[in-house]
């Protein structure tokens, strides 16, 4: 039962607007919007550089703290004590890279199945990998709002700029195969995320990992926007935007 039934609006607002980012944002950033090809790209560049910042700047030195706590809670010594939450965080980003690769050789070896708009089995398994990443990134928005707003803004700002980089990325890849439908499903996944952490109690240590997985999830999402290849990223909205939003959060 959703705790008494009490829903904190402040939390499903934010949900809410991460949703849109996946619904609306292929029309935010689409051909007609965005009426030259590097208008795009910065774009994509800039929400990178935030979503990278986030990560360095406020959710790392926090995974540091969190890791602490999960130390002292188990009380008898554990096995790589020091680098647990880190070789998860790292487990998270070698699966996407994983994923990633997939696409790219699928892609290379079916281009047929990209200029059709076939959803074959490895779009079906990258759209079920974004779905549960993007439910947990609804599960830390309750996580987020119980430590007040300013902590719940800039989550909800570099998470709703990073959704937009996952569904520029997604429609390149996939083409016509990442519809309408495709987005709906990954705004409902970030709904059911948020609801199941309405239901369940949230312990700081599965915060601690779930909050390592979003590290490497985070990390791979948005340098593979960047790194040169076709994608053509550009690195001074990239750089500024990363800039600026470190400073924002430093001082937040």
């Not at 051909?31 to 994509?44: H, V």
């Not at 300013?150 to 990325?169: C, G, N």
């Amino acid at each position: 039962m959703i705790r008494a039934m009490n829903v904190p609006f402040d939390s499903l607002a934010v949900v809410l607007v991460f949703a849109a980012a996946y619904v609306s944002g292929g029309r935010l950033i689409a051909p007609e919007r965005t009426e030259k090809l590097w208008a795009r790209r910065r774009t994509i560049s800039a929400a990178a550089g935030i979503s990278v910042a986030y990560v360095f700047v406020d959710v790392l030195p926090e995974l540091e703290l969190q890791h602490k706590v999960v130390v002292e809670k188990a009380g008898a010594p554990m096995l790589f004590a020091e680098q647990r939450l880190y070789v998860l965080a790292m487990l998270s980003f070698v699966v996407f890279y994983g994923l990633e690769h997939m696409v790219l050789v699928s892609r290379e070896r079916r281009p047929e199945a990209l200029a059709a708009g076939t959803a074959d089995a490895v779009f079906r398994l990258q759209l079920a990998g974004y779905a549960a990443y993007s439910a947990l990134i609804g599960y830390l928005v309750v996580e987020r709002a119980g430590r007040g707003a300013v902590p719940l803004v800039l989550y909800m700002v570099a998470m709703a700029v990073h959704f937009l980089i996952v569904d520029h990325s997604l429609t390149e890849e996939h083409g016509r195969a990442y519809g309408r439908g495709a987005r709906w499903t990954l705004a409902a996944s970030i709904v059911a995320g948020w609801l199941i952490a309405l239901a369940t109690t949230l312990s700081e240590t599965v915060v601690a990992r779930l909050f390592a997985v979003l590290v490497g999830g985070v990390v791979i999402t948005s340098l593979r926007s960047e790194l040169p290849d076709d994608r053509k990223g550009r690195f001074w909205p990239f750089c500024l935007s990363a800039v600026i939003f470190a400073t924002v959060l430093m001082f937040a």
